[in-house]
């Protein structure tokens, strides 16, 4: 009788062997091809989820594959370790972020170790460490010599609950995207990188990148913005002055039936010095959210100033000018003219204030038709609009364009919705910026000399704020220049821009510079990335201008960061609720009865949606208890066979159990191989097809096709008889599957008695004249209707399929006696009958 598999022993054994032998280090001197295999690495929580799980676990298959074909492969594993959760958990457990983040580490490291991953721990890096953040500031002083860094006062996203400024990707619907508190707008000194230096090449380069989701790219589309369209200006009427506004339909111009700024504008901040009522206007404005999504559905509001403009064609023709909440300053010139009738925010606008509605646009046959409750910006010709009508759109917006150019009031231009990237925090655990401020010689550049600026371990977070600000001696500090007293920035780098070069690091890591070039890129850019798709814009827009930045620079030739990008889905689970209004964690409920109820109290609880896993509704399953029940191989299995993994993954006491079934099954096929004579023909076959089958699923990152491919091989063996083939394809089912179920692969080779380890071993070959079938399926039909099928040799004559067809049972009821008028052989495929 076949033993029972013990993953207890065998996953604690092999592990142990591959950290002994480092089995998985990279070597950068091999002389194999290379192949770079990354998973966005983890903010050091303290409990890895199933999350994480499934997304290293992918990665784990791919980089063990690739091994098995011939690469050198370099796959990591790090720690993005600064940032908020850190500090909050220091005011909240008394206890120092460092502390609190490397015992996290320590937890999280035991955790992935549990689950066999072959990651190169000898190339670990926490973004904490002076070792990791000091070259980031040498990087950040390379980029500034540059002048793709500097500093100025800028109105800024700031969440009152954590007191520190947010970029605009970090802000959502109007909220701290880590705090959910309302973010407020604030004037501030923060220092930039110039990201908007690379917006055209930022956008141009997602075209070569065709192994990126389509949604990810057309995120990022979005997200950098680029509108071509017209700069003009507007007068005041009646008095000296006015302002540019930026439009993309200048076409629309005479359909236009009011003016609008943003409340930040230059002019509303100064018409509000006398206006009490604008001021209240202002403050509400400044509430509101500054993402895209939060505009468009955010009811539209406007304050009339009282001051008319005049219209670029009629200096007669007076339009109202509004500070209105829907129109933001760092969009354009911080400005609109409102066409209502082709523009939705402008319509609604208009419907709220009583404005015309004049269409300028219009279908053929639809020139009179009025707007209804939605604007149309459909194609059309130009109506109502003197020298433009007649004109389809875009020769209309060339023409307003040229007679404004003419005329010297607009011109043409393109604006970017991309704003150069604040990089500015007022928090402790982060990178400190490498800048002293003198008040003889401004703002000086740490000397490299100097570096790292290691962040002071003797502070206190009793008092809400950044510690950086009251330290009584780290901040004090004489100037570079001129040595006189000076204070250092307190301010912190943003964490992204710890995870903009990490994988950078991974690649090479000298003690005296930031990467060897050279090392650097003979390893990028990373071959296959795989994370989470709410990283398309902050993380991974980031990424991309980093690499570009240290090339222009002359720090790197590698421009794109990551050439194929895969968003896995997520896991989730059914959440529960109690009586109370508390959410319970799977554990802490069961079933009885027929319902769920809390395991404390007996009480019958609620059940909520299947959701994302996530801390705040408790809807977590932890995997170290999953490991000791089942063993990492089962866990691993259950990751990849349930679902596409671009999909969400329900996670299910069922399916963990069916992976935990089917390991055993292996294990039984491995424990109880016979060696025997004989061939099996379609055993050969099926074995070569699926080795064949699983190495392009697992290129394409299609795991749960490759897994299915391995049941059916399983099945297959099973059903078998003992013959040679059947022990070939036992043996060589262990290197299939070594990707997957690593533990038991390594522990069926060495009960086998082969040589070495099943993680250095080669994928199996495949014989292609076994991928042929020696047999087809031939239709039979009788006047294009399926009869019959017949299973014949390969390249059987036409003669022959004719025979056989005629003799066919059904096709006899059919024809009855009679003989068919016609008779059409198409080999290999078909025989049809025209009766």
Not at 22 to 50: N, Q
């Amino acid at each position: 009788m076949a033993s029972r598999f013990n993953p207890l022993s065998a996953d604690a054994r092999w592990q142990k062997i591959w950290d002994e032998r480092e089995t998985f280090r990279a070597s950068d001197a091999s002389a194999k091809p290379k192949s770079y295999v990354l998973e966005m690495f983890p903010y050091p929580s303290g409990r890895i989820h199933m999350g994480h799980v499934r997304n290293y676990t992918m990665g784990d298959v791919l980089a063990r594959f690739r091994r098995m074909t011939g690469h050198e492969v370099l796959h990591p594993m790090g720690w993005d370790a600064f940032g908020m959760p850190a500090e909050n958990a220091a005011m909240e457990k008394n206890v120092h972020p460092g502390t609190w983040t490397r015992a996290n580490i320590a937890a999280m490291k035991a955790q992935l170790k549990r689950l066999g991953f072959a990651l190169d721990w000898s190339r670990e890096i926490a973004t904490c460490e002076p070792e990791y953040y000091g070259q980031e500031q040498a990087l950040f002083l390379d980029l500034y010599e540059a002048g793709l860094v500097y500093r100025k006062e800028s109105a800024v996203n700031w969440d009152p609950v954590d007191m520190t400024v947010l970029a605009n990707e970090q802000v959502i619907d109007g909220k701290g995207w880590r705090s959910g508190a309302v973010v407020e707008k604030r004037k501030l000194s923060q220092w930039f990188l110039k990201i908007t230096d690379f917006a055209d090449d930022l956008l141009n380069g997602l075209g070569a990148l065709d192994q990126w989701p389509e949604k990810v790219r057309l995120m990022q589309e979005n997200w950098i913005g680029k509108s071509v369209g017209m700069r003009c200006t507007f007068h005041f009427a009646g008095r000296p002055g006015g302002f540019e506004v930026f439009t993309t339909r200048p076409d629309t111009l005479y359909g236009a039936s009011f003016t609008a700024i943003a409340a930040d504008h230059p002019i509303a901040q100064e018409l509000a010095k006398n206006s009490p009522d604008l001021q209240a206007f202002i403050a509400e404005c400044q509430q509101s959210g500054t993402a895209a999504a939060d505009i468009e559905t955010a009811e539209k509001k406007g304050f009339d100033t009282g001051l008319r403009v005049q219209h670029p064609f009629d200096p007669n023709w007076h339009l109202p000018l509004y500070v209105a909440n829907f129109v933001l300053m760092d969009y354009g010139t911080g400005a609109i003219f409102g066409c209502p009738a082709h523009d939705q925010r402008d319509l609604d606008f208009a419907r709220k204030y009583g404005l015309p509605v004049n269409r300028v646009v219009a279908p053929e046959g639809h020139e009179n038709e009025p707007v209804g409750g939605e604007a149309y910006v459909g194609p059309g010709r130009l109506v109502h609009s003197h020298f433009l009508n007649g004109m389809e759109i875009e020769a209309a917006k060339q023409a307003v364009i040229a007679r404004a150019q003419h005329e010297g009031w607009g011109k043409g231009t393109t604006v970017w919705r991309l704003r150069d990237w604040g990089v500015s925090r007022q928090r402790y655990w982060g990178t400190p910026i490498p800048f002293i401020h003198c008040d003889d010689c401004g703002v000086v550049p740490v000397p490299k000399s100097q570096l790292p600026v290691k962040l002071p371990e003797d502070v206190s977070f009793d008092i809400p704020g950044n510690p950086l600000d009251r330290h009584p001696t780290w901040k004090h500090v004489d100037c570079p220049k001129c040595a006189k007293a000076s204070r250092r920035e307190t301010d912190t780098l943003d964490t992204f821009v710890d995870s903009s070069w990490y994988f950078i690091r991974f690649a090479s890591q000298p003690d005296d510079k930031p990467f060897d070039r050279a090392v650097a890129e003979s390893w990028l850019p990373v071959g296959q990335y795989i994370g989470g798709v709410e990283h398309a814009i902050l993380h991974l827009l980031y990424a991309r201008f980093w690499t570009r930045a240290l090339k222009k620079i002359g720090k790197i030739d590698v421009a794109e960061p990551f050439t194929g990008l895969f968003t896995q889905g997520m896991v989730t689970h059914e959440t529960y609720k109690a009586p109370d209004g508390n959410w319970l964690s799977p554990q802490e409920v069961e079933a009885r009865d027929g319902q769920i109820v809390a395991i404390a109290s007996g009480e019958p609880v609620q059940r909520g949606r299947v959701e994302k896993m996530s801390k705040s509704k408790k809807n977590t399953v932890d995997p170290g208890p999953i490991v000791d029940q089942y063993g990492a191989d089962a866990v691993r299995w259950f990751m990849l066979s349930d679902s596409p993994p671009e999909r969400d993954l329900p996670w299910s006491e069922a399916g963990i159990e069916g992976a935990w079934r089917f390991v055993n099954r292996l294990w039984r096929l491995i424990d109880g191989l016979e060696d025997a004579q004989g061939e099996d023909k379609d055993l050969d076959r099926k074995l070569h097809k699926t080795i064949a089958g699983v190495a392009e699923d697992i290129e394409d990152l299609g795991f749960n096709k490759a897994v299915a491919k391995l049941y059916e091989l399983a099945n297959a063996i099973e059903k078998a008889k003992p013959s040679a083939s059947r022990a070939t394809a036992i043996r060589t089912v262990l290197r299939l599957v070594a990707p997957m179920v690593p533990h038991l692969a390594e522990e069926g080779w060495a009960r086998l008695g082969e040589d070495g380890l099943v993680a250095d071993a080669a994928w199996p070959d495949v014989d292609p004249a076994l991928l042929v079938d020696d047999e087809v399926t031939i239709a039979v039909q009788i006047n294009g209707k399926l009869r019959d099928t017949l299973m014949v040799a390969k390249g059987t004559p036409r003669e022959e399929l004719e025979k056989l067809a005629l003799a066919a049972p059904n096709v006899l009821r059919q024809l009855d006696g009679a003989a068919p008028k016609k008779v059409i052989v198409v080999p290999d495929r078909l025989v049809n009958l025209v009766a």
